[in-house]
T-cell receptor, first 117, second 114 residues
Framework: GAVVSQHPSRVICKSGTSVKIECRSL??????MFWYRQFPKKSLMLMAT?????????EQGVEKDKFLINHASLTLSTLTVTSAHPEDSSFYIC?????????????FGSGTRLTVV | AQTVTQSQPEMSVQEAETVTLSCTYD???????LFWYKQPPSRQMILVIR??????QNATENRFSVNFQKAAKSFSLKISDSQLGDAAMYFC???????????FGTGTRLTIIP
C-alpha cells in the first residue's frame, strides 16, 4: 500500500529561526501533496497544495512567505516555517494521493509536532 | 467550494453495540468522493471507508458502513460491534473530482465504554 513518511516527528526551535519538515512518498510518485495544520483537539486545516515542479497553492489566510513549500521531486515535498514564533507551534501533517482516490484514498504522514520556544 | 459539517463533537457507545456518526457536506460539484478517516491518540490518520458520489450503493468495510444520501448531502458512518480499538477522532472529508483537495469536518470524538 501507499506509504508517506514525514520527518521529523517532533522539533523544538527557538523563536525567530526556521524549521524544515519533509514529506516523502516511499512507494509511489506523488505529483500533488497536501499540508495540513492541526491545533489540539481540532480538525485538520488545509494549508496548501504542493505541486511538483510548480508553485504551491495556498489556502486563504495562510501566509505563503511564512510557510514555504517546495515540491522538487515526485517523492518529496518540504514545508519550511520561516521566522517561527510561538503561535506557529502546532501539529503539521502532510498527505498524498497514492493512486486512484477510490482505491487508496489519501495517505497521511505521521505528523510533526512543532514547538517554538 | 466544499464544506463538511460534523454536528456531534463527542459520542460514546457501549462495547459491542452500534453507533452512527453524522456528516453533512456541501459542494457545487456533481462528481466527488467522500471519506471517513480515523485519528487515534497516535494522531496517525487512517482511512476507514470511502465512497464515490456517483455510486448509489453504500460502501461497506467489515464492521464499518455508510449511509450515503446524495440528495440530502449526508454521509453518516455506522460502526457495528464496537471495539475498544475504535476509540478515536473520526473525520468526514470530501474531495471534488476535478480538485484533489481533501476538506475535513471538525471531527467526532468516539469513546468506547467497556
Amino acid at each position: 500500500g501507499a506509504v508517506v513518511s514525514q520527518h521529523p516527528s517532533r522539533v523544538i526551535c527557538k523563536s525567530g529561526t526556521s524549521v524544515k519538515i519533509e514529506c516523502r512518498s516511499l512507494d509511489f510518485q506523488a505529483t500533488t501533496m497536501f499540508w495540513y495544520r492541526q491545533f489540539p483537539k481540532k480538525s485538520l486545516m488545509l494549508m496548501a497544495t504542493s505541486n511538483e515542479g510548480s508553485k504551491a497553492t495556498y489556502e486563504q489566510g495562510v501566509e505563503k512567505d511564512k510557510f514555504l513549500i517546495n515540491h522538487a521531486s515526485l517523492t518529496l515535498s518540504t514545508l519550511t516555517v520561516t521566522s517561527a514564533h510561538p503561535e506557529d507551534s502546532s501539529f503539521y501533517i502532510c498527505s498524498a494521493r497514492g493512486g486512484d482516490r477510490v482505491i487508496y484514498g489519501y495517505t497521511f504522514g505521521s505528523g510533526t509536532r512543532l514547538t517554538v520556544v | 467550494a466544499q464544506t463538511v459539517t460534523q454536528s456531534q463533537p463527542e459520542m460514546s457507545v457501549q462495547e459491542a453495540e452500534t453507533v452512527t456518526l453524522s456528516c453533512t457536506y456541501d459542494t457545487s460539484e456533481s462528481d466527488y468522493y467522500l471519506f471517513w478517516y480515523k485519528q487515534p491518540p497516535s494522531r496517525q490518520m487512517i482511512l476507514v471507508i470511502r465512497q464515490e458520489a456517483y455510486k448509489q450503493q453504500n460502501a461497506t468495510e467489515n464492521r464499518f458502513s455508510v449511509n450515503f444520501q446524495k440528495a440530502a448531502k449526508s454521509f453518516s458512518l455506522k460502526i457495528s460491534d464496537s471495539q475498544l480499538g475504535d476509540a478515536a477522532m473520526y473525520f468526514c472529508g470530501i474531495s471534488n473530482f476535478g480538485n484533489e483537495k481533501l476538506t475535513f469536518g471538525t471531527g467526532t470524538r468516539l469513546t468506547i465504554i467497556p
